[in-house]
C-alpha cells in the first residue's frame, strides 16, 4: 500500500526506471523524520506524510540522485578528488568502504577545524604524523630515551585518530560527499567558502540550500545510506574506467 502511495504505477514507468523505484523502495530511502522536524526549505521534496512520518518523493530523488551521479562521473573521468565525510557511528564504515573503492579520503570521527580553509597548516600536521609514522616503523626512534619514544608513541596515537582516512590526502579535495550535512555544518561552511561543491544526502529535517547537488533521502536508515553511496561510487568509478580507456586508445 505505501508503495502504491509514494511511486509513480507501472505503467507510468519504464522497466529500468520502474527496477530503480523497487530497489529505493526495498532501501528505504523515503523514509524521513517526523513531520514536527521538517525543514521548510525540504518541502518540494516531499510527496506527503504518513502517520506524522515524512515520506520523501522519490521521483525527485531519482531526478537529483542522477545529476549527482553525472556530476560525479565526471569528477572520476577528470581524476578529481573527492572527500566522503560522515561521522554518525551508523554510516561510519560505509563512507570509509566508499572512499576506498573510489580511492579518496574520509572523515568518519571528528571534522578538523580549517581543514580546508585553513590546508596549508593543517597539511604541515599531517606531514609531521607521516614522517613520524615513517621514522618509528624503521626504527629510527630507538636512539631516543624510553620516555621520549613513549612520548612518540602517544603523539603518534593521538595524530593517528585525528587524521584517520586523510593520510594520503596531498591537495584540497575537488568536490566533497556528504551524509547528513546537517552534522556537519563546519565542513559545509568551509567548502562553501572556498567554492567546493558538495554533493549531499538530504533528510527532511535538512537544509538544501548553497549544496550544489542535493539528494532527499534518508539519511537515518542504514539500508538508504548504502543504496545511494554505491551509486555514486559506480558513478564515480565509471568515469575512472572511461578515462583510462580513452588513454588506451589515444597511445
Not at 551524509?179 to 535538512?206: F, G, Y
Request: hydrophobic share 35%.
Amino acid at each position: 500500500m505505501l508503495a502504491k502511495e509514494i511511486t509513480k504505477t507501472d505503467n507510468d514507468l519504464s522497466s529500468g526506471e520502474n527496477q530503480t523505484f523497487k530497489e529505493m523502495l526495498e532501501a528505504r530511502v523515503f523514509c524521513g523524520h517526523r513531520s514536527s522536524k521538517t525543514n521548510p526549505k525540504m518541502k518540494p521534496y516531499l510527496s506527503g506524510t504518513k502517520n506524522n512520518f515524512e515520506i520523501i518523493d522519490l521521483v525527485k530523488t531519482q531526478e537529483l540522485l542522477g545529476k549527482s551521479a553525472v556530476f560525479l562521473e565526471g569528477l572520476g573521468q577528470q581524476n578529481k578528488t573527492l572527500l566522503f565525510v560522515g561521522t554518525s557511528p551508523m554510516v561510519r564504515d560505509l563512507i570509509k568502504e566508499a572512499a576506498e573503492k573510489t580511492e579518496n579520503c574520509y572523515v568518519i570521527n571528528h571534522w578538523i577545524g580549517g581543514f580546508m580553509t585553513n590546508f596549508k597548516t593543517i597539511f604541515g600536521r599531517l606531514r609531521y604524523f607521516r614522517d613520524l609514522q615513517d621514522k618509528s616503523k624503521k626504527g629510527e626512534l630507538q636512539k631516543y630515551t624510553k620516555k621520549e619514544q613513549l612520548n612518540f608513541q602517544k603523539e603518534i596515537q593521538n595524530l593517528s585518530a585525528l587524521f584517520e582516512g586523510l593520510e594520503r590526502c596531498e591537495k584540497l579535495p575537488e568536490a566533497l560527499v556528504i551524509v547528513n550535512p546537517k552534522m556537519h555544518e563546519a565542513a559545509l561552511r568551509e567548502a562553501q567558502k572556498l567554492n567546493i561543491p558538495i554533493v549531499a544526502m538530504v533528510d527532511t529535517d535538512s537544509d538544501p540550500g548553497h549544496i550544489s547537488y542535493p539528494i532527499p533521502a534518508s539519511d537515518h536508515i542504514r539500508s538508504s545510506v548504502s543504496y545511494i553511496l554505491n551509486k555514486l561510487v559506480s558513478s564515480y568509478n565509471e568515469g575512472k574506467k572511461k578515462a583510462v580507456a580513452t588513454t588506451n586508445q589515444n597511445q
